[in-house]
């Protein structure tokens, strides 16, 4: 059981590592960086937009139970979605939100 674990920590640290080096990239700054940065309403539509881009972009298609990087990747990317989601909520920009990413289709 104890590799098992282990097994588990380490699929769990490299997907952690790797999407917060995506992330760093595509967004333009640390995952980890908690310093308060007044967001007009355009900006706050563009970041949720681009944070749901980034975590359905970067969430695996397959799913094997016995890949621990595969499912922490899974499982990390759910939670960027949920919080988006709700962040999404909390400022009511989902319609606009939703028409900006329309627009990056189009």
Known sequence: ????????QEG??????ELREKYKEFMGHDSSDL????LS???LIEKYAKLLLFWSNEKPQYFDV???YITSKIQIC?????KACGRISHFNINEEVKDYLLNLIN
């Open 1 to 8: 059981m104890d590799g098992e674990f282990k097994r588990s």
């Open 12 to 17: 769990f640290y490299k997907a952690d590592k």
């Open 35 to 38: 310093s308060v940065v007044e």
């Open 41 to 43: 309403r355009d900006e």
């Open 66 to 68: 016995s890949d621990y």
């Open 78 to 82: 759910d939670q960027g979605l949920i």
